[in-house]
Structure formats: C-alpha cells, structure tokens
C-alpha cells in the first residue's frame, strides 16, 4: 500500500563455524553419502570428513562463533 513503511528489525546475529582457528563454509554435498549441507576448510573446497572418510552434516563441524551485524 502507498504510504505504508514497516520498521526493520535491529541488530541480526551472524553465525560462522571455525575449525582450528579457519572459517567453514557450507557447501552442498551430493554423493554416495546422500544430499545435504557439508562443510569445506580453506581456498581448495575440500570436505571436512570423518575417519571413515563420510563428509560431516555441517552442524557437526568445529565451534560456533557470533558476531552482531547491524543493518
């Protein structure tokens, strides 16, 4: 409708995952394993993978960090 403004939000939290002190970026993997969100560490996309060589759910992946983004 014309004249119309709705209030944003605040602050919204953003959440990265880190593994050993590097950032992990999800990615899409579909495979053997099935489909889901994985995770890769550095500039080469390789897969965080347990010992059975299965991609880890990125959920499962390193410690989660918070930082506040304003908009």
Same mark, same amino acid.
């Given at each position: 409708?014309?004249?119309?403004?709705?209030?944003?939000?605040?602050?919204?939290?953003?959440?990265?995952?880190?593994?050993?002190?590097?950032?992990?970026? %999800?990615? @899409?993997?579909? /495979?053997?394993? #099935?489909?889901? &969100?994985?995770?890769?560490?550095?500039?080469?996309?390789?897969?965080?993978?347990?010992?059975?060589?299965?991609?880890? %759910?990125? @959920?499962?992946? /390193?410690?989660? #960090?918070?930082? &506040?983004?304003?908009?």
């Amino acid at each position: 409708m014309a004249g119309v403004k709705t209030r944003k939000g605040g602050a919204s939290i953003v959440r990265h995952r880190y593994l050993d002190d590097k950032q992990v970026k %999800p990615v @899409k993997y579909v /495979g053997e394993f #099935g489909r889901y &969100i994985s995770g890769s560490v550095g500039g080469d996309f390789e897969l965080v993978c347990d010992l059975n060589g299965k991609p880890l %759910p990125f @959920k499962q992946i /390193g410690n989660l #960090g918070s930082i &506040i983004k304003k908009k």
